[in-house]
């Protein structure tokens, strides 16, 4: 018999400067094992937009994942704890980076960029906004603006005079102007104009990435501070407490990707890599200086001991000292899609992982190749950290927005190992276990009653069949067998308010690919009326587009004067038939008394 073959994917890993290596693992000792996955989580973010932190401070971390959906609009903030979503709230900008720190000792926070403003969030609810100070005006468009206030002004003279300052280098132009100049006609233009002209012009930075860094205490309790790029190619680094900027840094160019050592108060590094390919390094006593240059722009970085890894788009990995000095370039399987640090705390190992576009993310420890992970779809969002109560967790998330959870596996070591020989390669005998009597006997007894032995096992086989069947039909004349999967319905109920009002607010989504133009769906409600007062008891869906969320909002009144609660069902039906699709039970909160 032939042996099998227990290797997982063929490798052409490394390029040592035109050396080819191979990396091959058996799967039983493969280093990560899948946890879950949420193939509905419909999420769109890139690595920056992740981050696992103990929101509650209870020793549970939670992802948080800043969803900017389309780009335009439906900027979403989730929670994920467990396997399932428990929040989602609404972010007013654009997210650009998220980023978990300690705002007091052993008080955790997240901090979510959005345009000028971060928004800092203290156990999952709204603590405060940090908005970045507003940058000095052009005094020409400045006065031009002013005199647009005037009868009869002529707009065509506004757009002339922002077009030269606009190409005038040295001269950066507000929010306001630079929209005002990419409208197309000039009626577009004027209209624009006559609904802003009044308000008073400002000239803000936009955030482009954030990170965090310890201040005083390289404790993981230990109180942290912000570090903040703009899109003013500067670098602020804020403290948590005060909410004031500790230092400016001034850069060449506008920063990319953002890289830490060190104390604030004791002795920092801090690397940068901008949008010239361009990476630079400056520390507490000295001004930023160019540490190296890349040929190729950069897909990722990531600094793990006292080296840096930089990912870049031609399907290399390039390896620099912390003194910018190149040490390796080790060829990847594909284009990199996204990059994140490894840290085994309980093992004593750090790595990077990096996801490429031939759907594999590939694991080096120092500065080698040792492993490959399979994926179904491309990766383009990573990180790895505490989630749960599990110390070592790899979070993903596809380029379809699905989510994607991996265990480090308790006896992984993360070293490179060659296939297993067989004990034909090896030439030695392989060793097997004395036979005992009782086994000999057993195996005599089932020589001699093999038809017996069959009959039996084809008899408590049918039986354990009809069981099954009888069972599967009580449950469904009971209507206890959920169709969701025939119908390809998904359903999301979040409740808004503290009371007496609450309102709810239902999501519908077809999860198939098609679609029934005759197939209409009934929403209802059950409740307890000597608690609850609901208008809208029953609405009819519209038709449900595949891929689509249909949103119901229904507003629940707690009539109760003793402060009871209860809860509320919801429940999704065809409107030809009484079984229901989908239903979600809702413990409506306590409602807090108004006070008059």
């Given at each position: 018999m032939q042996p099998k073959n227990y290797t997982r994917v063929r490798r052409m890993d490394e390029v040592n400067f035109g050396r080819e290596e191979s990396v091959s693992r058996k799967d039983d000792e493969a280093c990560f094992i899948a946890a879950f996955s949420q193939p509905l989580a419909r999420l769109s973010v890139y690595s920056c937009h992740l981050a696992l932190s103990d929101t509650g401070n209870n020793g549970e971390s939670k992802l948080i994942a800043a969803s900017f959906n389309d780009g335009v609009s439906k900027f979403m903030l989730k929670v994920f704890s467990k396997t399932s979503l428990v929040s989602q709230n609404a972010i007013l900008g654009l997210p650009s980076a998220v980023t978990s720190f300690n705002i007091s000792k052993g008080v955790s926070a997240v901090g979510v960029a959005a345009g000028a403003a971060i928004f800092i969030y203290k156990n999952m609810r709204a603590f405060f906004k940090y908005t970045l100070p507003e940058l000095e005006l052009n005094q020409i468009e400045k006065e031009a603006w002013i005199h647009s206030r005037e009868d009869n002004f002529d707009f065509e003279n506004l757009a002339d005079v922002l077009t030269t300052l606009r190409y005038q280098p040295g001269i950066p132009l507000s929010q306001r102007s630079r929209i005002f100049l990419n409208l197309s006609s000039a009626e577009e233009r004027a209209a624009y104009a006559k609904a802003n002209h009044q308000k008073p012009l400002s000239r803000t930075s936009n955030i482009v990435a954030?990170?965090?860094?310890?201040?005083?205490?390289?404790?993981?309790?230990?109180?942290?501070?912000?570090?903040?790029?703009?899109?003013?190619?500067?670098?602020?680094?804020m403290d948590c407490v005060a909410f004031t900027v500790l230092r400016r840094v001034e850069l060449p160019s506008v920063p990319v990707f953002i890289q830490n050592s060190g104390l604030f108060d004791v002795d920092y590094k801090i690397f940068v890599i901008c949008r010239d390919g361009v990476c630079y390094f400056f520390d507490r006593d000295s001004e930023p200086r160019i540490l190296f240059t890349l040929s190729t722009h950069a897909a990722g970085f990531v600094k793990v001991g006292a080296h840096l890894f930089v990912a870049c788009t031609d399907e290399t990995m390039h390896i620099y000292d912390d003194a910018g000095r190149i040490k390796h370039i080790r060829r990847l399987r594909g284009r990199p899609l996204a990059i994140c640090e490894l840290d085994v705390k309980d093992?004593?190992?750090?790595?990077?992982?990096?996801?490429?576009?031939?759907?594999?993310?590939?694991?080096?420890r120092k500065t080698e190749l040792v492993d490959e992970l399979k994926t179904n779809e491309n990766v383009v969002a990573l990180t790895f950290g505490r989630y749960d109560r599990e110390d070592s967790t790899l979070v993903t998330v596809t380029e379809n927005g699905a989510?994607?959870?991996?265990?480090?596996?308790?006896?992984?070591?993360?070293?490179?190992?060659?296939?297993?020989?067989?004990?034909?390669?090896?030439?030695?005998?392989?060793?097997?276990?004395?036979?005992?009597?009782?086994?000999?006997?057993?195996?005599?007894v089932e020589k001699k009653n093999t038809a017996s032995m069959m009959s039996n096992f084809q008899y408590d086989l049918s039986r354990i069949r009809l069981m099954a069947g009888r069972e599967m039909l009580s449950i469904h004349k009971k209507s206890l067998a959920p169709s969701t999967a025939i119908y390809g319905i998904s359903m999301t109920v979040s409740v808004f308010g503290v009371g007496p009002v609450f309102k709810l607010k239902i999501s519908v989504t077809n999860t198939k690919e098609t679609i029934d133009l005759r197939q209409r769906f009934v929403l209802g409600l059950i409740f307890n009326r000597h608690i609850f007062t609901i208008e809208r008891k029953v609405a009819v869906l519209p038709l449900l587009l595949p891929g689509k969320s249909t949103t119901v909002e229904v507003k629940v009144r707690n009539t109760s004067e003793n402060g009871e609660t209860g809860d509320v069902k919801v429940l999704i039906t065809p409107r030809e038939k009484t079984k229901p699709v989908i239903s979600s039970i809702v413990a409506m909160p306590i409602a807090e008394p108004l006070s008059v």
């Open positions: 954030m990170s965090a860094m310890k201040k005083s205490v390289p404790d993981e309790n230990g109180v942290s501070c912000l570090i903040v790029a703009t899109e003013e190619s500067e670098i602020q680094i093992k004593g190992i750090t790595g990077v992982l990096v996801s490429t576009s031939e759907s594999v993310i590939q694991i080096f989510l994607e959870v991996f265990f480090v596996r308790r006896k992984a070591t993360f070293e490179k190992k060659e296939v297993a020989k067989t004990s034909r390669e090896v030439g030695l005998a392989i060793k097997m276990p004395k036979m005992e009597q009782a086994y000999l006997d057993q195996i005599e």
